[in-house]
């Protein structure tokens, strides 16, 4: 079988299919290539056939984008010579589409060509849309549950199948760069309004036939291969194209801090191809793609936010044997901020909700923070008022236990007090079925202790959601010591329901996403009390790719809170509880009554509509600034490696089970430094080598906190690296 077919119709029309067999949606191979460029050729050949139409087999979709395996297969493929098999790889895509763009035409006269066309019967991404791209008349069915884009940027590289070089030409930089730098998906109606594709139609195969039957030489004419052509909003070196290059250069390296090698390139890419003819611009285009993809950290962005990310949320650490475990109803102990929350991403999934709170007033409160996101949503044209009355219609907010009576889930998001929970488990299981499965929503209490309060501890389990609940990506399931594979399973499916990215920790103190994220705060708050710059802190992190410094993000989560977990870690362990100088800044501050953006001042000032200031100089005067400030990378590899070690000693110590968990787990519930693919990523970009030297010289410089785990000690002296001893398969994009 193969992945493209075509049938020549009695009209004269070639109708390409591409219909990858055993896929739910296309992917592009090296075969599919193959296949495609030789029933091109046949088409054009074929003196009956008058024109071509490219569409796809798969209902409701074109193609999903490229298999980035296939990118790792050039590198291997080139041998000694990678950059060589890369860039001659992409020239053979470059090939066969421009093959397409001319269609078999005179290249000076430009007529003798087929008409082809590309029908979308839905989302089209990625090379989906350059090949598309390539053709002369875009028809997309109205599906407005398809989205429309080039979304390479997201996962560390840019469209390079001439999506970059094409794009600009037919949009202009201004106009192409929301879909280029942003990686923007509309629609197909706004997909049209935008300029990316030409019709929407209830039926664009019979569209697209019949635009090919009638179409002339002068519409098969791209018009970047038209005499005479002029690029939308200016050239580089128009006055008007200059002022936009210039104003991109500052957009990306104020959004990226530099950080990401893809933005820097694409705009490369764009400016070099710009000043040349389109085919130069092609090679342009290449030569940067391949640049980027020789870069380690668009292999490790592939790799986490791609491939690993893609087979959590598929399943991949789901234990075997277990039989669906979809949620049917849900019930939610606490309507406060995360209980409301958890009902609100429940609710837009389609599962019923039983919201729980003390009396009514606070469960109707809880239930009311869904109706607000709906009015904002309806605001925006993301929802309409059906929708949401039809969310809203799955919640029940009550104060009366018995409701949750036939739920199949529980999960506990009450106060952080070991005994409010306990006593609720103990309520709450005299009432829900024999095999409920019942989960605690605690971001820092260990689940073996709190599942003691419960008679089922095999279906007791962790599920901790990151707040804002509604925006964050990740959901952190953690296994007690009695959890059985049932739990497991059913806390899996619930994060598939509610769309969300799972990873699943064993239990230990702040399990995995804290145990990193704490001590990252702590190093940051020694720094200020050592008298280093807090801009200084900040923007060592942004420029790292963190989306905001530690210093800011201490005062979005509130510094009472910090000051809480440390009382609370300190009572727990006792004399084991390592000093930290930063404890006592925290409670000064709360003892200041500047507990952050709550309260409008914490680390920053704040106006009266709570906009940040600027730094507070009071911390400064507690705290003064040395004299001689440390470099920038020196503060930037005590961040970077405070928060590596501990995903290191998380996975030495059995509570990471999957590297794969660290890394997407790490980017997507804090922001962990994207380019880099996440901690264990990172260390392997350094080398194991490096990273246990430079412990060496932290530890004696800062500190045992910096102490080399011995996992990383054996592996620098046996220059491993975590993926090649620790990756549980063998798909790796670099």
Not at 231 to 251: E, I, R, S
Not at 330 to 359: H, N, T
Not at 364 to 382: H, L, N, Q
Request: proline fraction near 6%; glycine fraction near 10%.
């Amino acid at each position: 079988m193969t992945d493209f077919t075509m049938a020549k119709g009695d009209d004269g029309v070639a109708v390409i299919t591409w219909d990858v067999p055993g896929k739910s949606m296309n992917v592009m191979s090296l075969d599919g290539l193959d296949d495609l460029d030789a029933l091109i050729d046949d088409a054009l050949a074929d003196e009956a056939v008058k024109g071509i139409v490219i569409t796809s087999g798969k209902e409701g979709s074109f193609a999903g984008g490229m298999d980035l395996n296939i990118l790792a297969k050039m590198k291997e493929d080139a041998g000694d010579d990678p950059a060589r098999g890369l860039f001659e790889g992409v020239m053979r895509m470059h090939a066969l589409l421009r093959k397409i763009e001319l269609a078999g035409m005179d290249v000076k006269t430009k007529k003798g060509g087929k008409p082809i066309a590309s029908v979308l019967p839905g989302t089209a991404a990625g090379i989906g849309y350059e090949l598309p791209l390539a053709t002369h008349r875009i028809f997309a069915a109205d599906n407005p549950k398809a989205r429309i884009g080039l979304p390479e940027i997201m996962v560390g590289i840019f469209p390079g199948a001439g999506g970059t070089t094409r794009l600009v030409r037919k949009l202009g930089a201004m106009g192409a760069s929301p879909y280029l730098l942003e990686g923007k998906m509309v629609e197909p109606k706004k997909a049209k309004s935008a300029g990316l594709i030409d019709e929407v139609s209830d039926d664009p195969l019979a569209a697209a036939k019949a635009w090919v039957l009638e179409a002339k030489a002068a519409d098969l004419v791209k018009p970047w291969d038209a005499k005479g052509y002029k690029m939308p909003g200016g050239a580089p070196y128009h006055p008007a194209g200059f002022m936009t290059f210039v104003g991109a250069n500052a957009m990306v390296h104020g959004k990226t801090q530099g950080a990401f090698p893809a933005p820097k390139a694409l705009l490369s890419a764009v400016y070099e191809g710009a000043l040349v003819d389109f085919d130069t611009a092609l090679k342009i285009e290449a030569r940067w793609f391949t640049h980027v993809l020789m870069n380690p950290s668009s292999g490790a962005m592939i790799r986490s936010l791609f491939l690993n990310k893609e087979a959590l949320e598929k399943g991949a650490v789901r234990p075997e044997g277990i039989p669906d475990q979809r949620v049917k109803k849900l019930g939610v102990l606490g309507a406060g901020m995360m209980g409301a929350g958890i009902a609100l991403v429940s609710a837009q999934a389609g599962i019923e909700v039983v919201l729980i709170d003390r009396d009514q007033a606070a469960a109707d409160k809880g239930k009311a923070y869904t109706e607000s996101y709906a009015d904002k949503g309806i605001k925006r044209g993301k929802t309409t008022p059906e929708k949401k009355q039809a969310m809203l219609d799955l919640i029940t907010a009550t104060p009366d236990l018995d409701q949750l009576k036939d739920c199949d889930l529980i999960i506990e998001a009450v106060f952080e007090d070991p005994k409010v929970k306990a006593e609720m488990t103990e309520k709450v299981e005299a009432i829900i079925p024999a095999d409920c499965i019942f989960a605690s929503n605690t971001s820092t209490l260990p689940i073996t202790e709190l599942a003691k309060a419960s008679k089922r501890q095999e279906q007791f389990i962790g599920i901790h959601f990151f707040s804002p609940v509604e925006k964050m990506l990740l959901v952190e399931i953690i296994k007690g010591a009695e959890t059985g594979d049932r739990a497991v399973a059913k806390a899996l499916d619930f994060v598939r329901q509610i769309r969300k990215t799972p990873i699943v920790v064993n239990d230990a103190r702040f399990f995995y996403a804290n145990r990193c994220i704490i001590p990252y705060m702590n190093e940051m708050l020694r720094m200020i009390t050592e008298g280093v710059s807090m801009p200084l802190i900040d923007h060592a992190a942004q420029q790292l790719g963190f989306p905001v410094g530690p210093v800011q993000l201490n005062d979005e989560t509130s510094i009472d809170l910090g000051a809480k977990i440390a009382r609370a870690t300190k009572a727990a362990m006792g004399n084991a509880y390592p000093e930290n100088p930063g404890d006592g800044l925290l409670f000064w501050m709360e003892e200041q009554g500047r507990l952050g953006r709550k309260a409008k001042a914490g680390f920053f000032d704040y106006d009266e509509a709570g906009k940040r200031q600027g730094y507070w100089k009071g911390v400064e005067d507690k705290f003064p600034l040395m004299q001689d400030q440390p470099s920038l990378t020196e503060v930037q590899e005590r961040l970077m490696f405070i928060q590596a070690l501990e995903a290191v000693r998380a996975l030495e110590e059995g509570v990471l089970m999957d590297i794969r968990e660290g890394d997407v787990g790490a980017i997507l519930g804090w922001g962990f430094a994207p380019w880099s693919g996440g901690p264990l990523s990172w260390l392997d970009i350094i080398g194991a080598p490096y990273a246990a030297e430079r412990c060496d010289q932290l530890a004696a410089d800062y500190g045992d906190r910096f102490a080399c785990p011995p996992l990383l000690r054996e592996m620098a002296e046996k220059n491993q690296t975590f993926y090649g001893r620790f990756n549980p398969d063998a798909a790796q994009a670099a």
